[in-house]
């Protein structure tokens, strides 16, 4: 478009000088600040990157050096005897001063440890406290006792974010009822039974960890650091969510946990902000802390020196345009007048002389032998036409292949544009061997009035056939589009003109059965005059295959048809496929009416679409396309009837659970199908026979009634439908792996803890 502009307007020439040099400019400014900003912007990310590692790295030792501090100081009071005796010894109450004293100073000694509980199974001795001793029942923080009855999932040297009674509650003025402590629990790890009778617990500061945490985060309000458990619960402060949330259905939380490095980055959206995220994972307590930075933070400076550089380019772009533009008016104002005014006389002259040409050949090919001699051979002169009109002529006619879509891509100039350059290529290819005239008869027809030296048959003159051939094999490579080629009858005078073109122009719509790029002869092409008639017996059998929804079968009588038809002309096989577009309709009022459905099929519509296809195969296969869109709409029209019917079958099944004499045949006597057909089709749908999912309903049925109820089993029998009792045990056992006594049993005592009714009757 642009060079367009530039030849069409000469005074702009010397933006052709300074084009070049302007556009590899600024492809070099915009490719160097690209290169720039993706080096700044990968510099800055691995500086964030090692800056974060390093700080959580820092975080990640100082949780090591708090397990490792916490596991001595528990090992080490273990080993205490003034400890042990706490927890292996019943001790005096006048010597728990001596007792408080000593936990006391494990505490002192330890700034990190908000409290220290020492429990031998039956009292709990903590420090600080007012009541140095409690017993398990009045303790003040139950919720430990549920980590010391739970010794598989908690471990020794296991430690658990908890929320603990705040001891200065009451007595500082501003403290919280409740605080955040880890509690580090240590009991004798050869212990196998399910709970523990002695334990030494270290309550850690939560307060200890968060500071760790945020002196080693520079970044301030900008970045978040925290601490995630292997749950992906959040075990630190974090701004945006409060302590234990569940993070695990984070996207970001998925990428680590799934992250098989120790430490790594990534970036993605982080509760709506785009982040860039670090991670490590500690050696201790199977913890990972997190360290997220928005990402427009970290590229600020370097998005404000990006903009800095666009607008530069742009005011450059600008800059340089508008001189451009300055110098070459000033240079070539007075020589694109001159140029402009002498191409446009040029050009209309040019334009209205082929036109006005154009128009009288027209007029000639339509005149009926009516135009004068003498007017006609003046003519001739006047536009230069090279013809004898007394001399021998033939008509040769092209026609466009795939109108509807050249009509469709191309604007009605560029139709004309593209006409015209076949045009040339027919005067270049004919030019050395035959006077001619090329004619534009609108449409997709051009047609070529050639003088021949004698009447002898077009098929024979093989020199004219290898150029037609030549002007198929360009107009394809130079202009991407297919020409079919008619050769009339050769005639003796100009006089018969118009009755030769007409009957070329028909003789063309033999296309319908040659097939697009072909070549019709005149004197090749047998036209039967015998009428051509479709059997009665082919109507028949192709509208019961469309009614009947065998298409495949509809398909193939249409081909047939069609083969049929084209031996005896284009009339025929033109009335041929109208007759079967009737067919087509009826079927299709007849499906709609058996079927309550609605297709969208419009006879008007296809009748116009017929009228411009241009092959036998086209037809057939549009013909196929609404077939096929037929077969869909009655293939989901089954399926949803389907659907209904397995509905109704569930719904029948829930209501009459309790009918001993609910079956298959009483199901299809109900739905109004036979039995054998609803078995087949309910097992294809569902996977499942009948019979068993009447006995799997029932089942799951009688097992809740046994888990949830105290009803006898055997009216749970009788309220699920079976009717002997030693059938229904027996397929419960074979169900739940127990009896239904035992099964009650059982879920009483594990208070909802056993396997779920639906895995059970899956085994």
Partial sequence: MLRTF???????????????????????????????????????????????????????????????????????????????????SDVNAEDYS????????????????????????????TVPRTQFVQDREHFDDPGIFALLDNMETYKSHSIVLRKIPNIMSGISTGAKKDIFVYSYLFFDSQLTSGKVNEAIILNISEEWLNQSIQAQN????????????????????????????????????????????????????????DAFVTYVSTDAFDWKLVSVTPYAHIMKDIEHMRQKTYLFVACFIIGSMLLSFYFSRRLYVPMSVVIQNYKQLESEKRNELYNRKQEFLR??????????????????????????????CLIVLAKIDRFSDFCSAYNRADRDLLKFGIVNIVNELLRPSYAHECIDMDEDLIAMLLQVPSLGAPSENEELVGLMRQLQAHTRQFLRLSVSI????????????????LKTADLSDYRLMYGRNCMI?????????????????????????????????????LGEMAQGASRYGYTAVHSMFIRQLLLIRHAVEVLESNHAMKVDFQFNAYLAKLQKLETIEDVLADYDALLDGLALELEAKRDNRYTKLLECVTRIVERELANPCLSLDAIAEEVHLSPPYLGKLFKKHRS??????????????????????????????????????????????????????????????????????SDAYQR
């Fill in 6 to 88: 530039v030849l069409k307007n000469p005074f702009q020439l010397f933006l052709t000088i300074l084009l070049p040099f302007l556009v590899s400019t600024v492809l070099l400014l915009f490719l160097q600040s690209s290169l720039l900003s993706r080096n700044f912007e990968r510099f800055a990310l691995k500086q964030v990157y090692g800056q974060q590692l390093t700080n959580l790295q820092n975080t990640s030792s100082n949780v090591s050096a708090l397990e490792q501090t916490a596991k001595s100081v528990s090992t080490t009071a273990f080993f205490d005897d003034v400890v042990k005796d706490l927890l292996y």
């Fill in 98 to 125: 001596k007792y408080q004293a000593k936990l006391q100073s494990y505490k002192n000694i330890y700034p990190f440890l908000q409290s220290i509980y020492v429990y031998n199974g039956d009292s709990m001795y």
């Fill in 218 to 273: 520079p970044a301030g309000n900008f970045s978040r650091i925290f601490v995630i458990d292997n749950r992906g619960r959040l075990l630190s402060p974090d701004a945006v969510h409060p302590l234990l949330s569940d993070l695990h259905g984070e996207g970001y939380i998925r990428q680590i946990n799934e992250a098989k490095d120790r430490a790594g980055s990534l970036r993605m959206n982080v509760n709506g902000v």
């Fill in 363 to 392: 007029k000639l090919v339509h005149a009926q032998g009516l135009l004068p001699p003498d007017f006609v051979t003046k003519q001739f002169q006047r536009y230069e036409i090279g013809l004898d009109p007394a001399g021998h």
């Fill in 486 to 501: 008619t050769f009339g009858e050769p005639f003796e005078t100009l006089r018969a003109l118009d009755f030769h073109y």
């Fill in 521 to 557: 002869f005149s004197d090749l092409t047998e036209v039967r005059t015998e009428d051509f008639q479709l059997l009665p017996e082919q109507e028949k059998a192709l509208t019961e295959a469309l009614v009947q929804g065998r298409f495949e079968e509809g398909k193939q009588l």
């Fill in 688 to 757: 499942i026979s009948v019979a068993d999912y009447i006995n799997g309903e029932r089942l799951q049925y009688a097992g809740r009634l046994v888990a949830s109820s105290d009803d006898p089993i055997a009216d749970i029998m009788e309220k699920s439908g079976f009717s002997s009792r030693s059938h229904f045990f027996t397929q419960f056992k074979r169900a739940y792996g127990t009896t239904p006594s035992q099964y009650r049993t059982n879920a009483k005592l594990e208070a909802g803890g056993g396997p779920r009714l």
